[in-house]
């Protein structure tokens, strides 16, 4: 358990008067025998203890010192922890509640089908292929067949290719998934995923910055933007 300012102050005290009753006790000593038997030299003697005490004591001294800063910058340091975990954890909640609201896409099925067109032609502008293969949800089949072709007339305008695009019936995209599409070679070597998921975690990642900026204020101890 972290000590306390008020508990490291107790320590001290208590480390200064243990060494400043043995130093007491040790001059003592050292007095009573260099005036029995070394009367001329005794004046010697006590200064050149007194130095070794007083150093002795400095070295102690420092090392408790030393003690107080390394737990206060422990203590700061895991302070610091617990803020960015909590901070984290407050995005994370927001990134999972907008995961949550990605069905309400789905349920709207005007807005659903524009997306759908555009996710699809985005992929095949990104794979620029003859032919290509198209996973999708079971349930979101015939949507995707009627924006399909709205999605290669657009790929065509874009980038003057035709393309030929096969809707995979065997294997779909897994049913707990909010939506979106797949799209591949035909050897299965290129893919772009393209699913809402997918979309969410792009645009998150580049908008974490800015949403922790805006959530907590701007880090000081940042010399450069993302």
């Given at each position: ?16 008067a ?29 200064q050149?203890?007194?130095i070794?005490?007083m ?16 737990q ?12 960015l ?35 699809i ?47 995979d019936?065997?294997n ?41 900026e ?7 101890n ?5």
């Amino acid at each position: 358990m972290a000590l306390s300012d008020q508990d490291v102050q107790k320590q001290i005290k208590h480390m200064i008067a243990f060494i400043d009753q043995e130093a007491r006790e040790k001059v003592d000593e050292i007095e009573t025998k260099a005036e029995e038997e070394f009367n001329i030299e005794k004046g010697r003697l006590v200064q050149q203890q007194r130095i070794k005490i007083m150093e002795y004591y400095e070295r102690k001294e420092k090392q408790v010192e030393l003690a107080k800063k390394i737990q206060n910058s422990n203590m700061l340091n895991a302070s610091r922890l617990k803020v960015l975990k909590a901070r984290e954890d407050h995005v994370s909640v927001l990134l999972d509640l907008a995961k949550e609201r990605l069905a309400s896409i789905t349920k709207d099925q005007p807005r659903y089908k524009s997306i759908l067109e555009g996710l699809i032609a985005q992929c095949l502008c990104q794979l620029n292929e003859k032919s290509l293969m198209l996973k999708c949800r079971k349930v979101d089949e015939g949507l995707v067949m009627e924006v399909l072709p709205a999605a290669v007339a657009t790929y065509k305008k874009l980038t003057g290719h035709e393309v030929t695009v096969k809707i995979d019936k065997e294997n779909y995209l897994p049913v707990d998934l909010t939506g979106g599409v797949e799209l591949q070679t035909l050897n299965g070597r290129i893919r772009v995923t393209n699913t809402l998921e997918k979309r969410l975690q792009s645009i998150s990642e580049q908008m974490v910055p800015e949403l922790r900026e805006t959530l907590f204020g701007k880090n000081p101890n940042r010399k450069f933007d993302d």
